[in-house]
């Protein structure tokens, strides 16, 4: 049943690429290598740099990847089971997030590779682009908060060595997972010399990278860095403060591109170990465990739990961000755009099977531990070929910091690029220095649940408030994405971005309003209050906007 389910998801995930992607690049968006992109005409050398698909593929991937297609899953099938999580993610990712990273790229390359927001203020109305700007600049704040504590959390924590259905003894992983976090930055540094600089094959570099980054999952367990929860907390403020306003090739770039063969190395790996292990696993989890659980209902939540992997706002950001600066000619939006976004919901659907193949035990043990499940499944699927679950579990490990890693200081330089939007003010460390102050405030904030009054992880308690205004973001993007699309002559494909924005837009509102009725006056209750508001304002200038395209031109 489980190699089953995998192997239906990927064979939906290629007919999809080849198909619904072919669509999307041939009739709606008409992509031509002949139209010069940004990354040539705007080089620069720091921001604007053409990068191989490959290379592209996998900072993006990196990028948008984050905890999401991980943390989400988990923790929907966990609540109601996996079928409804699992459909999610097959359906999302194909027909709304995939169209919603791609045509955000697309629209940003086709607009000097300006941000979605500058693109909402050039189509809909100057008012809106500069409130979309506010909305996203705050939202990225949140998604800054989020993953740094994740990161901490990641170089914090144990796994649970379980046996007999009861917990013998808490492994320490997460120090090793640290050191072999910062020793694949020294080598992504290295190898973006090598490459950029001293013009040496790709090929060949790569090869010997990919084999020290490997190399140093294993040297990270036999010397771990252990430091308190704040130190780290402080470390990655630091961390990405410095990787956000570094040039791409010295660190974003080669880094994200030697992070993806550790993510692709999971996805085969343990993606290989689920076929391998064909009969020889059970499905222990319910398919549906009923509507409500301990988190809320089914609907609407569903759709805002699980962002990565069906569909984030954060990706428009990214494609429209860094990415945009960086694709070398149009038609590699659709292996970038289209394709890292299949990817991405292969991570989600094997993050499933990690809950589905749990028993019951393990089940009730390891469930609030999401990290865990991950690990545990990694380690359980590469023992398939023998490896031991120890090196296993941190390998999957070393896979979710790096996802984390690579999203943080990426929405970072997104926080600096749309405040300058914003301010006007160029100069990119005092941009970077106001964008993390509230992250960093916010992690080091206590929060206690309004209901139960236990105190909250700082990544559960923001959760909820990141998860809808992330979706809201896409909403808002697919949005920005029709309006252009109608005003530049394409307006019988209307559809392809409009009906997931509407579909998207009523979720999210309708999960803003719970929490605000929720969390009430108080932090996150607050900033779900301003992000219905900010998005509401946007949608009536958007409105207008077409109203008066509609009267002037009869469109």
């Given amino acids: 049943m489980v190699t089953f389910l995998f192997l239906l998801s990927i064979s939906i995930f290629i007919i999809a690429y080849f198909t619904y992607g072919k669509f999307l690049s041939k009739k709606v968006f008409k992509l031509d290598d002949k139209n010069k992109t940004p990354a040539h005409t705007m080089k620069d050398g720091v921001d604007y740099v053409p990068a191989p698909a490959p290379v592209l593929l996998g900072h993006h991937f990196s990028s948008i990847a984050g905890a999401g297609p991980i943390v989400g899953p988990i923790t929907a099938a966990s609540s109601w089971g996996w079928l409804p999580a699992f459909l999610w993610v097959l359906i999302g990712n194909v027909f709304i997030g995939g169209v919603h990273d791609m045509s955000s790229l697309v629209a940003s390359i086709r607009n000097k590779a300006?941000?979605?927001?500058?693109?909402?203020?050039?189509?809909?109305?100057?008012?809106?682009?500069?409130?979309?700007?506010?909305?996203?600049?705050?939202?990225?704040?949140?998604?800054?908060?989020?993953?740094?504590n994740v990161a901490q959390i990641t170089f914090?924590?144990?796994?649970?060595?379980?046996?007999?259905?009861?917990?013998?003894?808490?492994?320490?992983?997460?120090?090793?997972?640290?050191?072999?976090?910062?020793?694949?930055?020294?080598?992504?540094?290295?190898?973006?010399?090598?490459?950029?600089?001293?013009?040496?094959?790709?090929?060949?570099?790569?090869?010997?990278?990919?084999?020290?980054?490997?190399?140093?999952?294993?040297?990270?367990?036999?010397?771990?860095?252990?430091?308190?929860?704040?130190?780290?907390?402080?470390?990655?403020?630091?961390?990405?403060?410095?990787?956000?306003?570094?040039?791409?090739?010295?660190?974003?770039?080669?880094?994200?591109?030697?992070?993806s063969f550790l993510l692709y190395g999971a996805v085969l790996g343990a993606g290989l170990g689920i076929i391998l292990s064909f009969g020889k696993v059970d499905v222990n989890i319910p398919a549906y465990m009923g509507f409500n659980s301990d988190i809320g209902p089914l609907v609407p939540l569903l759709f805002v739990v699980i962002a990565c992997g069906s569909i984030s706002g954060f990706h428009s950001l990214v494609g429209s961000g860094?990415?945009?600066?960086?694709?070398?000619?149009?038609?590699?939006?659709?292996?970038?755009?289209?394709?890292?976004?299949?990817?991405?919901?292969?991570?989600?659907?094997m993050s499933i099977i990690f809950?589905?193949?749990?028993?019951?035990?393990?089940?009730?043990?390891?469930?609030?531990?999401?990290?865990?499940?991950?690990?545990?499944?990694?380690?359980?699927?590469?023992?398939?070929?023998?490896?031991?679950?120890?090196?296993?579990?941190?390998?999957?490990?070393?896979?979710?910091?790096?996802?984390?890693?690579?999203?943080?200081?990426?929405?970072?330089?997104?926080?600096?690029?749309?405040?300058?939007?914003?301010?006007?003010?160029?100069?990119?460390?005092i941009a970077t220095l106001v964008s993390l102050i509230i992250p960093a405030i916010l992690v080091f904030t206590k929060y206690e649940d309004p209901i139960t009054h236990k105190v909250l992880p700082v990544w559960k308690a923001l959760w909820p408030v990141f998860g809808a205004t992330n979706q809201l973001i896409a909403a808002l993007a697919l949005f920005v994405v029709m309006i252009w699309l109608i005003k530049t002559g394409r307006k019988k494909y209307w559809f392809v971005p409009g009906i997931p924005a509407i579909f998207?837009?009523?979720?999210?509102?309708?999960?803003?309003?719970?929490?605000?009725?929720?969390?009430?006056?108080?932090v996150i209750g607050v900033a779900a209050l301003i992000q219905i508001v900010l998005a509401l304002w946007i949608f009536y200038e958007g409105g207008m906007s077409l109203r008066k395209l509609r009267r002037e031109n009869g469109v």
């Avoid at 860094?322 to 890292?340: F, I, N, P, R, W």
């Avoid at 865990?372 to 999957?396: Q, W």
């Fill in 355 to 429: 809950v589905i193949v749990l028993s019951s035990s393990e089940f009730e043990i390891l469930k609030k531990n999401v990290a865990a499940i991950y690990g545990e499944g990694i380690g359980k699927f590469l023992n398939v070929f023998g490896i031991p679950e120890s090196i296993g579990m941190a390998f999957g490990m070393l896979a979710l910091s790096s996802f984390v890693l690579t999203s943080t200081d990426t929405g970072t330089r997104l926080a600096r690029y749309v405040f300058t939007e914003l301010t006007g003010i160029r100069n990119r460390y």
């Fill in 156 to 259: 914090n924590s144990k796994i649970p060595i379980i046996e007999g259905g009861k917990v013998v003894e808490m492994m320490p992983i997460g120090g090793g997972v640290a050191t072999s976090a910062i020793i694949y930055i020294f080598l992504a540094v290295i190898f973006g010399f090598i490459v950029y600089h001293k013009k040496k094959s790709l090929g060949i570099t790569t090869a010997i990278f990919v084999v020290l980054v490997y190399l140093a999952v294993y040297i990270g367990q036999l010397f771990p860095i252990n430091l308190s929860p704040e130190a780290w907390n402080i470390i990655m403020i630091l961390y990405v403060a410095i990787a956000s306003i570094t040039p791409v090739w010295i660190l974003l770039q080669p880094r994200d591109y030697l992070s």
């Fill in 504 to 522: 998207m837009t009523t979720i999210t509102i309708w999960s803003l309003t719970m929490l605000f009725i929720k969390w009430k006056f108080t």
């Fill in 322 to 349: 860094t990415t945009s600066k960086q694709l070398d000619k149009e038609t590699d939006a659709v292996k970038v755009g289209y394709g890292a976004m299949l990817l991405e919901g292969i991570v989600a659907v």
């Fill in 114 to 148: 300006k941000s979605i927001a500058e693109i909402g203020g050039m189509y809909l109305t100057k008012r809106a682009g500069i409130i979309f700007k506010l909305f996203i600049w705050l939202a990225l704040l949140y998604v800054v908060a989020v993953f740094i």
